[in-house]
């Protein structure tokens, strides 16, 4: 645990006109491990810099470093060189500050908990008070179609559902950024089309700043503004794909099959050939 | 629910009493037999079983013989009467419950000393270890004394002997249930930058109740254990320790088996309000893991 204290209670300030267009700002960040006999190196190099409002994709293969990379911007990993800024602070004291929301992998819920006091618990947290913490929740899960589930236990919910109240509690203390780590890779095709739906709308709605750690190219390439490719370990960028100027913003599920959404796929794919092709 | 599990509770307490019958007629045959040939006269062997079944003082008292005693004992005296065997139960609930409480804050900050801080573990955890290996009933004529030299006696010993048998599971199932939490959910706690304390509150403690739960139960059935057997040594006219005790000077076997199954029975309903408080107090436990 940190020796800094936590923030109280201030929520994070909507950002004013004022505020730095660029949100997360990485320079030659490079992150190495040392495992029991030989250094790992997760990340090389490493520089991004990701604007208000975008919504940038992380693709690679599995252990590239995509979730190390982000788990760094979210300061639960320590870089071994380069400087990561968050909202023009350092990423401990954007996690002070509560920037960020993340949602991991897993849905990470308390089961002795109902879903409204999953979605409460970083508002209890901050102190807020408990009128407004429920009120703050029950908005959230309406956001994610929850309504009506405020009361269930997170095991009496199906795997997309969970996932989604982890959504509605990463953003119920409303921060300007959102970081996901794989938020639907353990969901059925289906259920992940849908969700994926969901989570675009939701971007448009909220316009917050998104980082998403993804496998999928179809589902990097439908919800990116940016699609950012990575190199098998260690990690670095191979492209950086704009997805903004050939896809509308407000998107459907029918542009996968136009060929502009084929065209972007195509060179991700490339770029993943590309970085997998000096491994054999 | 109920009426698919009540044929084979039946069954299995029909297969116990029948066996317990069996062991009457078997272990007691010998003595019968003795009588039968003193009373000179010729006997039959449904004679013999008959015998086995209404003796004096069977090695082995059949399960109609205890339940009467039970019910003369239970409803022919006032419950404050030293006749009654509720009044003896209660003397070992209150020395087996104070020493339950006793444990469980013993039990449970240690556990929170040993997770918070890694020193304690290997300082502490070797002398809690070592402490369950003396046995109960070498260390507790010893308490009893010391603290009876101190002025200490009654009820304040037999507490103790019954916490010193009662906080090592719950030391051990707590620790395990502090460090129980996900990973991810200790990450997404630092997202928060919630504190320690916090932390601590809010996600460890909630995450440990069905590990402490568990270690309630068995710690409870063994407090009442160290009650009973503190009783012995204290020389103690109340609690089923001395009527096991003074049964046992005066031969009188059927008073023994009564209060063995008042102790169980009293283990039996300490467990299950153990079970019932663990209902209450943590929501979802019916649902399973995540």
């Not at chain 2, 013999?48 to 004096?56: D, H, S």
């Not at chain 2, 804050?105 to 502490?124: C, D, K, N, P, Y």
């Not at chain 2, 409870?220 to 204290?234: F, K, N, R």
Request: a positive charge; hydrophobic letters at 45%; charged letters at 15%.
């Amino acid at each position: 645990m940190p020796a800094a204290q936590p923030a109280p209670l201030t929520l994070v300030p909507p950002a004013a006109d004022t505020a730095p267009r660029t949100i997360v700002d990485i320079r030659n960040l490079t992150l190495t491990y040392q495992a029991a006999d030989h250094p790992v190196y997760a990340l090389s190099d490493v520089s991004l810099s990701i604007a208000k409002g975008d919504f940038i994709s992380l693709i690679g293969p599995s252990g590239c470093g995509k979730t190390t990379l982000m788990r760094v911007v979210a300061d639960l990993e320590q870089p071994t060189s380069g400087e990561v800024t968050v909202n023009g602070m350092t990423p401990e004291q954007a996690r002070l500050k509560r920037a960020y929301g993340y949602v991991f992998q897993a849905p990470a819920l308390y089961p002795w908990r109902t879903v409204e006091r999953n979605v409460m618990l970083p508002l209890e947290i901050m102190g807020m008070p408990k009128a407004d913490r429920q009120q703050r929740a029950r908005e959230q899960l309406d956001l994610v179609g929850l309504s009506g589930f405020e009361r269930k236990f997170p095991w009496q919910l199906s795997g997309g559902m969970q996932q989604r109240v982890s959504i509605a509690r990463a953003l119920a203390f409303n921060p300007d950024l959102l970081l996901m780590d794989e938020p639907f890779g353990a969901l059925d095709e289906i259920t992940r089309d849908h969700l994926n739906l969901q989570l675009t709308r939701l971007w448009l709605s909220t316009r917050k700043t998104c980082i998403f750690v993804t496998h999928s190219i179809a589902e990097a390439v439908f919800l990116s503004t940016r699609i950012v490719v990575m190199s098998p370990r260690p990690g670095r960028i191979l492209d950086v794909i704009d997805c903004d100027r050939d896809l509308p913003r407000e998107r459907t599920l029918d542009i996968r099959e136009s060929p502009e959404f084929q065209r972007i796929a195509h060179r991700v794919r490339e770029g993943l050939m590309e970085g997998h092709s000096y491994d054999d | 629910m109920t009426t698919k599990h009540t044929l084979p509770v039946a069954v299995m307490a029909l297969a116990v009493l029948v066996l317990w019958y069996a062991g009457a007629v078997w272990l007691n045959a010998p003595m019968a037999t003795d009588a039968l040939n003193r009373a000179g006269q010729g006997w039959t062997t449904a004679d013999l079983i008959r015998a086995t079944l209404a003796m004096k003082r069977p090695i082995l008292p059949t399960p109609d013989q205890v339940a009467l005693d039970l019910y003369n004992s239970l409803t022919g005296y006032p419950v404050t009467s030293i006749r009654n065997l509720l009044y003896h139960t209660g003397v070992t609930a209150g020395a087996a419950l104070a020493g339950f409480g006793m444990g469980v804050v013993l039990g449970v900050a240690l556990a929170a000393g040993i997770v918070q801080a890694r020193t304690l573990e290997s300082s502490l955890l070797p002398w809690v270890i070592a402490s369950q290996t003396v046995p109960i009933l070498a260390i507790a004529p010893m308490i009893v004394v010391i603290l009876g030299n101190l002025g200490f006696t009654g009820l304040l010993p037999k507490a103790i002997i019954a916490a010193y048998l009662c906080f090592f599971p719950i030391t051990i199932g707590m620790v395990k249930g502090l460090r129980s939490a996900d990973p991810l959910t200790l990450d997404l706690m630092r997202t928060y930058s919630a504190g320690t304390a916090q932390t601590f509150r809010l996600l460890r403690l909630p995450a440990s109740l069905p590990y402490l739960f568990t270690s309630l139960k068995i710690a409870v059935a063994a407090s009442v254990v160290g009650a009973i057997v503190a009783e012995l040594p204290t020389g103690g006219q109340a609690g089923l320790g001395a009527r096991l005790l003074s049964g046992s000077y005066y031969g009188q076997t059927v008073q023994i088996w009564s209060a063995l199954v008042m102790a169980a029975l009293l283990s039996v309903t300490l467990v299950a309000a153990v079970g019932l408080a663990e209902r209450a107090l943590v929501p979802g436990a019916r649902g399973g893991a995540r």
